[in-house]
């Protein structure tokens, strides 16, 4: 069974960068995209950055458009989120997800990891 497993999170101030990390403890798997969402207490969860596994369409939330880079790593079963730049309103869980075929929603969630921006 594939699982997602987030790294990278951590706590850092205000203007400083991060850089999350997604990879399948299972090995390589099949998917048609992969995602950042994050979530803070009270929130719906929230889309952060996706990109199309085979190629290099990506697109972002507003807020964070110009400062997080999704990307994949060399490997290529790993998932990278670069945050540049970060405010204390980026302060949440951060999941990955995957979708494996085209139709549909995100069916593959990782467990999250927590980032937390000082001011």
């Known amino acids: 069974q594939v699982q997602l497993v987030e790294s990278g999170g951590g706590l850092v101030r205000t203007g400083g960068s991060l850089r999350l990390s997604c990879t399948s403890s299972s090995g390589p798997f099949s998917r048609y995209a992969m995602a950042w969402f994050r979530q803070t207490p009270g929130k719906e969860r929230e889309f952060v950055a996706a990109?199309?596994?085979?190629?290099?369409?990506?697109n972002y939330a507003d807020s964070v458009e110009g400062r997080f880079t999704i990307f994949r790593g060399d490997a290529g079963n790993t998932l990278h989120l670069q945050m540049n730049d970060l405010k204390p309103e980026d302060t949440a869980v951060y999941y990955c997800?995957?979708?494996?075929?085209?139709?549909?929603?995100?069916?593959?969630w990782g467990q999250g990891t927590p980032v937390t921006v000082s001011s």
């Open positions: 990109i199309l596994w085979s190629g290099s369409v990506r």
């Open positions: 997800a995957a979708k494996r075929i085209r139709v549909g929603s995100y069916d593959l």
